[in-house]
């Protein structure tokens, strides 16, 4: 059974960091690239940040670009979200993503940013 289970969000203040993680099992992490979405307060899916599969490859939004980073660790499972220089457009539930035919998302986890 394919799971993705996001952690790490948190109330922070503008300026902050927070770092978030997501866990996958049920499937061969190291094979797929790997994608961390927003959902704003707005209903917004926003794209991120993306990872390839050996981690070489990155992709940001200009939105986050220099502020947000992804890395993820194939033998844990694990992809993280690192984000600095946190701002209150940050707000929003925070999900991993990855395909496999179909999509699939964790629960999602709260980020808020207070200013």
């Known amino acids: 059974q394919v799971q993705l289970v996001e952690s790490g969000g948190g109330l922070v203040q503008l300026g902050e960091s927070l770092r978030l993680s997501c866990v996958a099992s049920?499937?061969?992490?190291?094979?797929?690239?790997v994608n961390w979405f927003r959902q704003t307060p707005e209903k917004r899916r926003e794209l991120v940040a993306s990872?390839?599969?050996?981690?070489?490859?990155?992709n940001y939004p200009d939105s986050v670009k220099g502020r947000f980073t992804i890395s993820r660790d194939n033998a844990k499972n694990s992809v993280y979200l690192q984000m600095n220089s946190l701002k209150p457009e940050d707000t929003a539930v925070y999900y991993c993503?990855?395909?496999?035919?179909?999509?699939?998302w964790g629960q999602g986890t709260q980020v808020t940013v207070s200013s």
């Open positions: 049920g499937f061969t992490f190291r094979d797929y690239s």
């Open positions: 990872i390839s599969r050996s981690g070489v490859g990155l």
């Open positions: 993503h990855f395909h496999m035919g179909k999509d699939y």
